[in-house]
């Protein structure tokens, strides 16, 4: 993306110069559905990212502009629409909409947004548009907040106003992610521990093509499943107060007292978390085997025991297995689509996403879109 051509096009639509924000999506290697349960997570942040280019109005008002999509957006900054309107804009308005009433007071905007981050993939261009956006709007007023507080406020403009009952994660990473490490995440605590990526790795991103959408159904069932859990062991140990306080010898003991999807839902969270702070450890002592099954557990157990996988996904999964340099994969994200990360090594990665790419075309006919990235920095000004 060329930064100076947007600030250009920025000029040529509102005849102002602007300030420009970016944030990255995210690759998550382990750790998925674990943060709505205070769990670990441990995502990197990528290099496709969301582009806020945006500059001060003299009146109240906010317009926004995509140059992705068509249409130019208005509102009055004193009457934001109360919810959702179900259009791309709902997430800048949504973090619009938490910042005010936070009581952090906004400047009139007008605001252009250059996407880079696949939609419905898996990878969090969510997220991307909301830290941008939210940097964006505060630099208008000059506050400056911790990244951790604007992450978070981001993540309840999705949740109480997009409607996406999402975890913390993504919004997290986009923050605070940092070049060459993915970050081990204590979703409860939120502190971070850098888990520095051998270099000799890539990260190779396989989008199936089958795309997802979070704001829909089955993401909220499986929120409310854990939630079902949750309530069934506090009445045990009134000190547990998420699915992460559930040790596996509890979970063991209760395997029959609990109806068999809850039993499920809540035996692939207990072991995802303690596999995420297991591959902590092994990446950061270089241990890739043991990355790598930690990974491949992961995946089964996203897809027999929380069932989001789906048959594509499974499909990208298998055929990395026996790739030379392949070291582990898994679906990576909400699931019901979207991506696969696998960790390959950095000479191997161009062959393997030729023969991952072929393999699954003959298999499914679909041609998916192969990325080979590292870890990037979190959200930046730019301009
Ligand atoms: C989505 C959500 C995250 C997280 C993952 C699953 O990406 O935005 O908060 O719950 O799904 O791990």
Request: hydrophobic share 40%; glycine share 8%.
């Amino acid at each position: 993306m060329q930064v100076l051509e947007l600030a250009q096009r920025f000029e040529k639509f509102f005849g102002a110069q602007s300030r420009i924000y970016r944030a990255p999506g995210r690759v998550n290697l382990i750790g998925e559905h674990t943060d709505y349960n205070d769990g670990f997570v441990m995502p990197a942040a990528v290099a496709f990212s969301t582009y806020v280019a945006i500059a001060k109005r003299t009146e109240r008002k906010l317009v926004i502009r995509s140059e992705q999509f068509p249409g130019s957006f208005e509102f009055d900054l004193d009457h934001l629409p109360p919810q959702r309107t179900r259009s791309w804009c709902d997430y800048v308005l949504g973090v619009a909409t938490v910042l005010q009433q936070q009581g952090y007071s906004l400047a009139g905007a007008s605001m252009l947004i250059h996407g880079e981050v696949p939609i419905g993939a898996g990878l969090s261009s969510s997220a991307a548009i909301e830290v941008a956006s939210a940097l964006a709007l505060l630099s208008l007023t000059e506050i400056q907040l911790p990244l951790p507080q604007v992450a978070q406020l981001c993540r309840q403009a999705e949740n109480n106003f997009v409607g996406a009952r999402v975890g913390i994660m993504d919004q997290f990473v986009s923050c605070m992610g940092k070049a060459g490490h993915a970050i081990l995440l204590d979703c409860r605590s939120l502190e971070p521990k850098f888990v520095p990526i051998p270099a000799s790795l890539r990260l190779v991103v396989c989008n199936t093509m089958v795309k997802h959408d979070l704001a829909t159904g089955t993401y909220n069932t499986r929120r409310a499943e854990c939630e079902e859990g949750m309530r069934y062991f506090a009445k045990h140990d009134p000190a547990i107060r998420a699915l992460r306080d559930v040790s596996l010898d509890l979970l063991d003991q209760h395997a029959r007292d609990l109806p068999a999807p809850i039993w499920k839902r809540c035996c692939h969270v207990v072991r995802e978390n303690q596999r995420t702070v297991d591959a902590a450890c092994a990446l950061a002592d270089g241990d890739l085997g043991r990355m790598g099954e930690l990974m491949r557990e992961s995946h089964r157990s996203l897809r027999d025991l929380y069932e989001v996988s789906c048959r594509e996904l499974d499909l990208m999964v298998e055929v990395a297995e026996g790739q030379p340099g392949f070291c582990g994969g898994r679906m990576t994200g909400g699931g019901f689509g979207g991506c696969t990360v696998n960790l390959v090594r950095q000479e191997n990665a161009p062959e393997f996403a030729a023969q991952v790419a072929e393999r699954y075309r003959r298999a499914t006919g679909i041609t998916p879109q192969i990325y080979t990235c590292s870890a990037e920095d979190g959200v930046q000004a730019l301009t």
